[in-house]
């Protein structure tokens, strides 16, 4: 069965120090994976894709599949990167669903 | 840049009720989810929903579930009677290739 696991519940970092935020995966087909953010009170948002190979807001992400992981990283966390983290796995089909990790909780600290 | 939208914010309801939550998916999307989050849980995925049909349904979805796509524009789940553990915020989601947009969310609290 497929899963998705985020180890750290909570991590803190202070601004301009690397951050890097834990996910491993488990599926048997060939994993396709997201990393979705929460800011306070609003909703979930696609942050990026391992397919597009793209940084966004400073975050990088590289599928491992020897290791089965996809963690997100960010060389210099800035205060406004506090927030909830998503790792999530695409399954099923053309009509696929997304498998979600427990998330992380990002705060920067001042 | 046009969004999901989901009404209302916050439901409370009494236990056995039956609730409606509604989301107005992106317009020109045509595959739609629901998912929710149990407070302190991981989001679950509940169903699928794709030319006017059930395409997937969690274990979760049981015979108190449903989904109507009623209109050209809303997409609803309905809880027949509610349970204290259907408390959760509900999430909606829609996409037309790739990804899947999320709504802000409905908090079901169920007393």
């Known amino acids: 069965a497929q899963r998705v696991t985020q180890p750290e519940k909570l991590l803190s970092v202070f601004k301009g120090a690397p951050v890097e935020l834990k996910c491993n995966y488990s599926?048997?087909?060939?994993?396709?994976l997201f990393w979705y953010v929460q800011y306070s009170r609003q909703r979930l948002q696609l942050l990026l894709r391992?397919?597009s190979r793209e940084s966004i807001k400073g975050f990088t992400a590289d599928l491992n599949k020897g290791e089965t992981s996809f963690h997100l990283k960010k060389p210099f966390a800035q205060e406004e990167d506090s927030a909830m983290y998503y790792c999530?796995?695409?399954?099923?089909?053309?009509?696929?669903?997304?498998?979600f990790g427990k998330g992380t909780l990002l705060t920067v600290n001042p | 840049e046009p969004e999901v939208t989901q009404t209302p914010s916050h439901q409370v309801t009494q236990m056995g009720q039956e609730v409606i939550l509604r989301c107005v998916p992106i317009?020109?999307?045509?595959?739609f989810y629901w998912y929710r989050q149990i407070l302190g849980q991981k989001v679950e995925f509940l169903v699928s929903?794709?030319?006017?049909?059930?395409?997937?349904k969690s274990e979760i979805f049981d015979d108190q579930f449903s989904v109507e796509r009623p209109d050209g524009s809303n997409f609803t789940l309905k809880i027949r009677s509610t349970k204290l553990e259907d408390s959760a915020m509900y999430f909606c989601?829609?996409?037309?290739?790739?990804?899947?947009?999320f709504g802000p969310g409905t908090r079901l609290t169920v007393t």
């Open positions: 599926y048997s087909g060939s994993p396709e």
């Open positions: 989601a829609s996409r037309g290739t790739d990804p899947q947009y």
């Open positions: 391992h397919i």
């Open positions: 929903f794709y030319n006017n049909e059930i395409s997937e």
């Open positions: 999530a796995l695409k399954t099923g089909g053309s009509n696929y669903k997304l498998t």
């Open positions: 317009s020109n999307h045509l595959y």
